[in-house]
């Protein structure tokens, strides 16, 4: 069974850096194809893609965050941390990990998901 | 990126009828060297995260209800339930992974009349 966590600060100021990580289980981030991504969803509005890392240690950014997002693995550990720099408070939202199958594709469906974090951005 | 667009925003169906979800994407994501096109669904309920519904336009995930059912091709691609239950009430998203950046539509929320 394959469960994920995500686990970092409810509460950043603006300006600072998130960081958040990712605790999974039931799978091993070491095969190419899988992944875990990253996701996060303002309240009231639609989910939107972050990143994602694969075991092969590739990684893909939204091209829209690109510059603010780092994405790393612990294969040791079974985590993903994703940092984010200069938090804004239009960054507030429920913060999301998932798992990425192995399919024919590279980039496919996530399924599942973390419960998710809620992280405000407020002075 | 490539843009997809759900409708409606909401809809409200009585108990047992039929509920339909519509997503249209900005280009095909129909990937012609294998016949299949990159779009999956998911159900959010309150306070839950996304679950997947329907991966490679309408291939159901494993145990998922028969009610729920996807079609569509390239560009034009629909989410029916069949007989709406009450466990159905919640926020449906499509999303295209044909290309990267994955995208998602804006959601479709679902209510009981």
């Known amino acids: 069974q394959i469960t994920l966590r995500e686990s970092g600060p409810t509460l950043v100021r603006p300006t600072q850096t998130l960081t958040l990580t990712c605790t999974f289980s039931g799978f091993a981030l070491t095969t190419t194809g899988v992944g875990v991504g990253w996701f996060r969803q303002p309240p009231g509005k639609a989910l939107e893609w972050l990143a994602i890392?694969?075991?092969?240690?590739?990684?893909r950014y939204s091209p829209s965050l690109k510059n603010r997002l780092t994405i790393a693995r612990d294969t040791s550990r079974n985590q993903v941390v994703l940092t984010m720099t200069s938090m804004d408070p239009v960054d507030t939202g429920t913060y999301y990990c998932?798992?990425?199958?192995?399919?024919?594709?590279?980039?496919?469906?996530?399924?599942?998901w973390g419960q998710g974090i809620l992280v405000t951005v407020s002075s | 990126d490539i843009v997809m667009t759900q409708s409606p925003d909401s809809l409200a169906v009585s108990l047992g009828e039929r509920a339909t979800i519509n997503c249209k994407s900005s280009?095909?994501?129909?990937?012609?060297?294998?016949?299949?096109?990159?779009l999956a669904w998911y159900q959010q309920k309150p306070g839950q995260p996304p679950k997947v519904l329907v991966y490679w336009a309408s291939t159901r995930e494993s145990g998922v209800p028969d009610r729920f059912s996807g079609s569509g091709s390239g560009t034009d691609f629909t989410l029916t339930i069949s007989s709406l239950q009450a466990e159905d009430v919640g926020l449906y998203y499509c999303?295209?992974?044909?290309?990267?950046?994955?995208?998602f539509g804006q959601g479709t929320k679902v209510e009981i009349k």
């Open positions: 890392v694969y075991g092969n240690d590739d990684k």
């Open positions: 280009q095909s994501i129909l990937y012609s060297s294998n016949n299949k096109n990159y």
């Open positions: 998932a798992h990425h199958p192995i399919t024919v594709a590279y980039m496919n469906w996530f399924d599942p």
């Open positions: 999303q295209q992974y044909f290309a990267t950046p994955p995208t």
